[in-house]
T-cell receptor, first 111, second 114 residues
Framework: QKEVEQDPGPLSVPEGAIVSLNCTYS??????FMWYRQYSRKGPELLMY????GNKEDGRFTAQVDKSSKYISLFIRDSQPSDSATYLC???????????FGTGTRLLVSP | DVKVTQSSRYLVKRTGEKVFLECVQD?????MFWYRQDPGLGLRLIYF???????EKGDIPEGYSVSREKKERFSLILESASTNQTSMYLC?????????????FGEGSRLTVL
C-alpha cells in the first residue's frame, strides 16, 4: 500500500464549480501535509500546507485534514480555467523535510 | 524569488551512456533533493543532500548516484543509462530551517533513454 493515495483523474468541471480533490494516507508519522500544483511541462509549486489536523483557507483554496480517517482534501471555490493542472498532495516527515507524494489528480476546468 | 535551475530541459541518450543532470539553486538552501516523476507513480525520491558532500538515499536510489561539491549545486548521475530510467527528473531545494517542507522545484529534465 502506498503511503499517500490519490485518484489520478482526470476530473472535469465547468468554470465556477466547487472542486474537491482528495487523498488518503497510511503513515501516522506525517506531521503536516502539502498541496502542490503542477502545470504541464513545469515543476510543482506549493499551493498551501496544513498541520496534521484542521483546516486552512487561502483565497479560493481550502485545505482540510481529517486525522481520524487519514483523509486530506483541497477545495477550490469558483474554479477557473487557469486552475487546470495536476494537483499533488504530500505528507511530510520532519527531520530532513522528506515529502511523500501522491500520484497527483489532473483537473480540467472548462470555460 | 527562489530559483532552482535545471540546466537541461530535454535530453536523449543511448543505453549505457553516462548521464549528468545538473541542478543549481540561488537561495543558499541547505537541503536539496532529486525526484523522478512517472505517470501513475507520482514523484519518487531518488537521493537527497542536507549539506555539502553529504548524501542520503531516498526510496529508489538504484542505478543513480549524486554529487554535492558546492552548496548551491546538486548533480544526479546515471552511470549507465537504461531504458527504464526514461522519466521526468525534478530537482528541489528547501532551507534547513524552512517552513513546513516548502520544496522549491526546478522546471524538470525530461530524459529519454533509447
Amino acid at each position: 500500500q502506498k503511503e499517500v493515495e490519490q485518484d489520478p483523474g482526470p476530473l472535469s468541471v465547468p468554470e465556477g464549480a466547487i472542486v474537491s480533490l482528495n487523498c488518503t494516507y497510511s503513515n501516522s508519522a506525517f506531521q503536516y501535509f502539502m498541496w502542490y500544483r503542477q502545470y504541464s511541462r513545469k515543476g510543482p509549486e506549493l499551493l498551501m500546507y496544513t498541520y496534521s489536523s484542521g483546516n486552512k483557507e487561502d483565497g479560493r483554496f481550502t485545505a482540510q485534514v481529517d486525522k481520524s480517517s487519514k483523509y486530506i482534501s483541497l477545495f477550490i471555490r469558483d474554479s477557473q480555467p487557469s486552475d487546470s493542472a495536476t494537483y499533488l498532495c504530500a505528507g511530510v516527515l520532519t527531520g530532513f523535510q522528506k515529502l511523500v507524494f501522491g500520484t497527483g489528480t489532473r483537473l480540467l476546468v472548462s470555460p | 524569488d527562489v530559483k532552482v535551475t535545471q540546466s537541461s530541459r530535454y535530453l536523449v541518450k543511448r543505453t549505457g551512456e553516462k548521464v549528468f543532470l545538473e541542478c543549481v539553486q540561488d537561495m543558499d538552501h541547505e537541503n536539496m533533493f532529486w525526484y523522478r516523476q512517472d505517470p501513475g507513480l507520482g514523484l519518487r525520491l531518488i537521493y537527497f543532500s542536507y549539506d555539502v558532500k553529504m548524501k542520503e538515499k531516498g526510496d529508489i536510489p538504484e542505478g543513480y548516484s549524486v554529487s554535492r561539491e558546492k552548496k548551491e549545486r546538486f548533480s544526479l548521475i546515471l552511470e549507465s543509462a537504461s531504458t527504464n530510467q526514461t522519466s521526468m527528473y525534478l530537482c528541489a531545494s528547501v532551507p534547513l530551517a524552512g517552513g513546513a517542507g516548502e520544496l522549491f522545484f526546478g522546471e524538470g529534465s525530461r530524459l529519454t533513454v533509447l
